[in-house]
């Protein structure tokens, strides 16, 4: 069974460019989270969905982030314009639809995300 | 509201001698708690869990958490620490439905040959 996979890697930009995140989750997994881990600080939150509709997304730091997810499938994060203070480095997770009690996220590797 | 500390930023240990990662939560109903490990290039593994019942918890990769409840504390021990271990370890508190996850900021841990 293929991991939750994100891409690209590592992108690069120049403040005020625009740039697209992607996450692949668990094949099945309904749920879908977005974190954000500024250099040295701690993992935050971002969003979650459940499949395609936005459950929470009260961690967004501003309406330059704009999060999709079509068809309840992948989902894409895009920043635009992107300043410097959005590096970091971007992980998703998914997790499945459960009866009750926490549920196990399955992380992906994550996007190191650097502003020029 | 919750929030999770983690107090050494980076610990360095030898190859074989003992390990213990604090951890510290906030949070205000019964926690749910993991510690996950990132290795490089890789995603978050989960190495633990904790929800309820016997308050010590065992691990993937011999590592083990005691819940203290009295210390607000989950703290990670593995008792002989392998060069593979070396990795950025993460303590994390949540809720019932884990859709409300807090992360500490961290330990990135060394191993020395």
């Known amino acids: 069974e293929a991991g939750v996979t994100q891409f690209p890697s590592h992108s690069v930009i120049e403040k005020g460019q625009t740039v697209t995140l992607r996450c692949d989750p668990i094949s099945g997994h309904d749920n879908l989270y977005w974190y954000r881990r500024v250099m040295g600080k701690e993992i935050k939150f971002l969003l979650h969905?459940?499949?395609?509709?936005?459950?929470?997304e009260s961690g967004m730091p501003n309406n330059r982030f704009l999060a999709e997810r079509t068809g309840g499938t992948y989902s894409t994060l895009k920043v635009q314009p992107a300043e410097l203070e959005d590096s970091g480095v971007y992980f998703c997770?998914?997790?499945?639809?459960?009866?009750?009690?926490?549920?196990?996220?399955?992380f992906g590797p994550g996007t190191r995300l650097t502003v020029t | 509201a919750q929030s999770v500390t983690q107090p050494d930023i980076h610990i360095t240990v030898s190859e074989g001698a003992s390990l213990e990662l604090r951890c510290n939560y906030s949070?205000?109903?019964?926690?749910?708690l993991f510690w996950y490990v990132q290795s490089p290039g890789q995603g978050l593994q989960l190495l633990l869990k904790?929800?309820?019942?016997?308050?010590l918890v065992q691990g993937i990769k011999g590592f083990e958490a005691e819940f203290k409840r009295s210390q607000s504390s989950f703290n990670l021990r593995k008792p002989s620490v392998h060069w593979s271990d070396a990795a950025e370890y993460f303590c994390a508190v949540g809720a019932w439905n884990n859709n409300d996850m807090r992360f500490g900021a961290g330990t990135r841990l060394t191993v020395k040959p």
């Open positions: 949070y205000g109903a019964t926690p749910y």
């Open positions: 969905f459940v499949k395609e509709s936005k459950q929470d």
């Open positions: 904790y929800f309820s019942g016997d308050t």
């Open positions: 997770a998914s997790s499945q639809v459960g009866t009750g009690g926490a549920n196990e996220q399955y």
